[in-house]
């Protein structure tokens, strides 16, 4: 029973142009997501989140949106770098500290 | 994610075997939690520690695995027995507070391989 779900294994996109990155969620407990990025052979590194009251989060070249009617976010990541390339989880919670994590969707930037 | 150590970054072990998986939280962080990571998956929750309690291990097997957190010293997740199906990456994670808002600091991971 997967609540959080990236249905994107892999996404690949020229440097310079926008990024989205799409997570679904089943719960609609959850008040507060997470996206995270990995690189191989590394922990996830926290990017940025987003509170279940708002639509929008921003912080430099990403941006997370919250559709809660649909349950679905997103990040988008503008414009792309080739550091960019990673793997991205999205995460979600309720209220709890266990965060319920998605399979991931790698990001591969061309140059 | 600077500041969580894991130890070590590489485990090999035969079947029937201990493994021990050290974890250092980030200084004056008291609240550990370990993820499990199967390859293609995301990570699954483990167990979430404070200073010596176990706050909640619904995510841990129920057998072989165990976790702690003492006073003085590093967390161990402690397998016992491995089996093939343990083979798998364990990341902690350590945060100053508990609670969903709390965005953890994660250590670097501890690739677990039973062979």
């Known amino acids: 029973d997967q609540q959080v779900k990236q249905n994107s294994p892999s996404l690949s996109v020229q440097e310079g142009r926008i990024s989205i990155l799409n997570c679904d969620y089943t719960?609609?407990?959850?008040?507060?997501f997470l996206w995270y990025k990995k690189y191989p052979a590394e922990g996830p590194t926290f990017l940025i989140s987003i509170s279940s009251i708002k639509d929008k989060n921003e912080d430099g070249r990403f941006t997370v949106f919250l559709n809660k009617s649909a349950k679905h976010l997103s990040l988008h990541i503008v414009p792309s770098q080739p550091g960019d390339s990673a793997v991205y989880f999205c995460?979600?919670?309720?209220?709890?500290?266990?965060?319920?994590w998605g399979a991931g969707t790698k990001l591969i930037i061309k140059p | 994610n600077a500041g969580v150590m894991q130890n070590p970054r590489h485990l090999v072990r035969r079947r029937g075997q201990e493994a021990r998986l050290r974890c250092s939280p980030v200084?004056?962080?008291?609240?550990v939690y370990w993820y499990r990571q199967l390859p293609e998956e995301g990570l699954k929750f483990m167990v979430y520690l404070q200073k010596e309690n176990i706050i909640d291990e619904s995510g841990m097997p129920k057998e072989r695995f165990s976790a702690e957190f003492p006073k003085e010293g590093p967390s161990i997740l402690r397998i016992q027995q491995v089996v093939r199906g343990d083979s798998a990456a364990y990341f902690c994670a350590s945060s100053p507070r508990g609670g969903g808002s709390t965005e953890a600091f994660f250590g670097q991971g501890t690739r677990l391989t039973v062979v």
């Open positions: 200084k004056g962080h008291s609240h």
């Open positions: 719960n609609s407990m959850f008040d507060y």
């Open positions: 995460a979600a919670s309720d209220s709890n500290y266990q965060l319920i």
